[in-house]
């Protein structure tokens, strides 16, 4: 039973004076993972490549919001164009209202991805596509996904355009 609680993904929730918070099953003892996980469906590498998937659908929407409906409330994007980094939702919204403009479409080039308990790194090259001026632009991302006890959220996400053209 012990090796299964440590093969599986999972978010802990501790129950106290109503309210619930959410722990990484990692930071919890054998025993409390026993009694007080969310065990989430064990995720494949496909599971986590298919969140790009969502991801880019959402930058096909043109909707903005939809797009930043992907972060973890807590989380960070460190964006491809834009030396700024956006912390809250509205800066995330922000930056996606003017990258959108140009209608992108990204294209993985090449992946790697890792899985732990409650995270997945979703790290690689991409292209961006834009269907306004036809240009493409060529980058290294990092995802980086959080367990949030009901489904997988952009917690990180670093993009860079590439340096050697």
């Not at 025993?31 to 991801?55: G, H, N, S």
């Not at 909707?63 to 972060?71: F, G, N, R, S």
């Not at 460190?78 to 700024?84: A, E, R």
């Not at 509205?90 to 003017?98: G, L, Q």
Request: with cysteine.
């Amino acid at each position: 039973m012990k090796a299964r609680f440590a093969a599986v993904l999972a978010v802990c929730v501790l129950f106290a004076a109503g309210s619930v918070a959410a722990v990484p099953c990692s930071a919890q003892p054998v025993a409390a993972l026993q009694e007080k996980c969310i065990v989430a469906a064990e995720a494949t590498e496909q599971d986590i490549a298919a969140l790009f998937d969502t991801w880019n659908q959402a930058l096909r929407s043109g909707d903005p919001e939809k797009v930043a409906d992907l972060y973890a409330e807590r989380s960070i994007l460190l964006p491809t164009l834009s030396n700024t980094p956006r912390l809250t939702r509205a800066e995330k919204v922000d930056y996606f209202r003017h990258f959108l403009e140009h209608r992108p479409s990204g294209e993985i080039v090449m992946r790697q991805i890792s899985i732990g308990a409650d995270i997945a790194v979703d790290t690689g090259l991409y292209t961006f596509h834009y269907a306004t001026t036809g240009e493409s632009v060529r980058a290294r991302y990092s995802f980086t996904y959080g367990w949030d006890g009901d489904g997988w959220r952009i917690v990180s996400h670093h993009s860079s355009v590439m340096p050697e053209k």
